[in-house]
């Protein structure tokens, strides 16, 4: 009974947001509100409501979002100026020329954001890189669903591959100083390789990604 008192309020709030989008009532932009609205309803409902706890979420949402803006802002002028010339129609030839079809340009692609994602955080690979790589695969035959979530497990390396990994400053802000970085990037290990376990079972098997929305959109 503790346990589902504790995972209750956290599980509808997933299923208020999920469903709202599932069921067409919101778009995913709002469905980020209800989710707003529903997490000030529960710390309410559990008394934990308070002004200074809301003015720092405020400015902490302010902050995050100034700063995803600026990354966006960049990004556009660089796709801009990258494009103009013609960086674009390189990319697609090199992709294209590389032989072996869509797997084989999916193998580079994926390769080339896994690596990127050691040194550049997920925000800046989707705002740069997927704008340019990703009309070449669609244009090969890529299912945009299946496409969309390939990059999606690739980009959840991200969070913890060293040195930038946001998940390793978070484990680094909560262990023990005994517990040495070195040995936080060695024990990831084994979870980035389940990522990569997950994204070689999307490739070989794209039905674990298209069968679900297929059926919820029939």
Known sequence: MRLVKALAPTLSLI??????????????????????????????????????????????????????FMILIGATFFSLV?????????????????????????????????????????IEITFVVVPIVGPVLLAMGADPVWLGIMIAVNLQTSFLTPPFGFSLFYLRGVAPRSIETRQIYRGVAPFIGLQLLALLALALWPGLATWLPSVLLR
Request: charge should be positive; aromatic fraction near 6%; proline fraction near 1%.
């Open 15 to 68: 299923v208020i947001v999920l469903g709202s989008i599932l069921g067409g009532l919101a778009t995913p932009t709002e469905a980020a509100s209800v989710g707003a609205v529903g997490a000030l309803l529960l710390a309410a409902a559990k008394g934990n409501f308070r002004r200074e706890q809301l003015r720092d979420a405020a400015r902490s949402t302010v902050r995050i979002t100034c700063m995803v």
């Open 82 to 122: 990258f494009r103009g010339f013609g960086g674009d129609d390189a990319v697609h030839q090199m992709l294209t020329g590389l032989g072996g079809g869509l797997m084989t340009t999916m193998i580079v692609v994926m390769l080339l954001m896994f690596l990127l994602g050691f040194v550049l955080d997920f």
